[in-house]
Structure formats: structure tokens, C-alpha cells
């Protein structure tokens, strides 16, 4: 199973939008709704901040939003903050109790 | 709260095996699986294989499927992977993370593994 595919970088100055895209294929992103994204800081553990493609988990800003069309779902930070700077991973369900995630994304604040 | 505490960092010669463990508390242990991600050194996010503590049934992505063994012991509320045949490129942080909804909500701190002659 290859990992999803994601941009290496994206930026954005503070108060904008940055959109992060996962693409993968029918058999995991476009097959499930079992997309979720995570933020990760230097030297931390992930942090869940999507789940099942656009659910948000008490406690996560509703900048945070996330969609999916077709084989690619994408997460959308609003109103950047110095703060959202991290690092993004999705990752897919691909059946058979297996899982596969993203190559991630480098969000840098402008 | 719910808590995921991992065992500490590691150092393995190539070839060797290592047991990583992660206790859970502040939930019911046998309710939630557990999954296993690793990053090695500046890298990316890895699914490595998942755990019922239920049933012990387990799952594991198909590069590991030969190497790594998770099992776990209801009576600690423990969980434990054990990686064989150690290479240089299993070099890396492990996390253990409880599975909610379709997610992974609570994260372990992490284990470094460093394998080296």
C-alpha cells in the first residue's frame, strides 16, 4: 500500500487560508470515510484535529475544517495563526483493518 | 483522563529484538484499540499494525507482517510490540495511539528506538 499523497509545503500569511490536499485512490481515500488529519509539532505526538473526513474533536478550533472529494480529501486551516505552524498528516482506512498515511505537509506561517 | 504511557528509549545492536510497551489508564482497556505509528529521524508517519485487547486480535501492515508481534496483558492494561531482526532503518520513534471513531484521539509520548552497531 503506497502512502497518500500530500504537498510537501504550504504557507500562508496569518489571517489567511491555507488548503492541504491527500490524494490516494478508490481503494483507500475515495473507498472509506475513514479519513482523518493530525498536527504535528517539532519533538511532539501527533494531534488529532480531523476524524472522518470533516468531524472536528472537542477542543479543535473551527478553523480546522476538512472535506473530501473523489480520491482526495483536504484539510483547510482558516484565519492562520503563528501557532498552526506544524507539520500535517492524513491518513486512510484501506480495508482489512489496515491503514495508510500520508507523506505529510510542512505548513509554515508567513 | 485517559493516558497513554510508553517505556523508555532503546538501544539495539542490528539483528537484535525490542519490546516496547504502553500502558493505558483512565478508560476501560479492553474498549479501544490500540495502533502503532513510527517516524524515523525527520521523517513521516508510518502505520505499523493494531491490537484488540479485547480479542488480542491483531493487524499489521504488510512490511511488518514478518517482524512484529503485539500482544497485550489485560491485567497491567499494557500493550506491548516487539520488533525482530532489528535493521539501521527501524531507527525511529514509535508511538502507540488509542483508536476512537475512525481516529487515533490519544497519543502515547513516544519510544525511540536506535538501532546501531
Known amino acids: 500500500q503506497s502512502a497518500l499523497t500530500q504537498p510537501p509545503s504550504a504557507s500562508g500569511s496569518p489571517g489567511q487560508s491555507v488548503t492541504i490536499s491527500c490524494t490516494g485512490t478508490?481503494?483507500?481515500?475515495?473507498?472509506?470515510?475513514?479519513v482523518s488529519w493530525y498536527q504535528q509539532h517539532p519533538g511532539k505526538a501527533p494531534k488529532l484535529m480531523i476524524y472522518?473526513?470533516?468531524k472536528r474533536p472537542s477542543g479543535v478550533p473551527d478553523r480546522f475544517s476538512g472535506s473530501k472529494s473523489g480520491n482526495t480529501a483536504s484539510l483547510t486551516v482558516s484565519g492562520l495563526q503563528a501557532e498552526d505552524e506544524a507539520d500535517y498528516y492524513c491518513?486512510?482506512?484501506?480495508?482489512?483493518?489496515?491503514?495508510?498515511f500520508g507523506t505529510g505537509t510542512k505548513v509554515t506561517v508567513l | 483522563q485517559v493516558q497513554l504511557v510508553q517505556s523508555g528509549a532503546e538501544v539495539k545492536k542490528p539483528g537484535a529484538s525490542v519490546k516496547v510497551s504502553c500502558k493505558a489508564s483512565?478508560?476501560?482497556?479492553?474498549?479501544?484499540?490500540i495502533h502503532w505509528v513510527r517516524q524515523a529521524p525527520g521523517q513521516g508517519l508510518e502505520w505499523v499494525g493494531r491490537?484488540?485487547?479485547?480479542?488480542?486480535?491483531?493487524d499489521y501492515a504488510l512490511k511488518f507482517r514478518d517482524r512484529v508481534t503485539m500482544t497485550r496483558d489485560w491485567t497491567l492494561s499494557t500493550v506491548y510490540m516487539e520488533v525482530s531482526r532489528l535493521r539501521s532503518d527501524d531507527t525511529a520513534i514509535y508511538y502507540c495511539a488509542r483508536k476512537s471513531y475512525e481516529a487515533f484521539e490519544y497519543w502515547g509520548q513516544g519510544t525511540l528506538v536506535i538501532v546501531s552497531s
Open positions: 483512565g478508560y476501560t482497556f479492553t474498549g479501544y484499540q
Open positions: 491518513i486512510s482506512y484501506v480495508g482489512s483493518n489496515n491503514y495508510v
Open positions: 472522518e473526513v470533516s
Open positions: 478508490s481503494s483507500d481515500v475515495g473507498g472509506y470515510k475513514s
Open positions: 491490537i484488540d485487547p479485547n480479542s488480542g486480535g491483531t
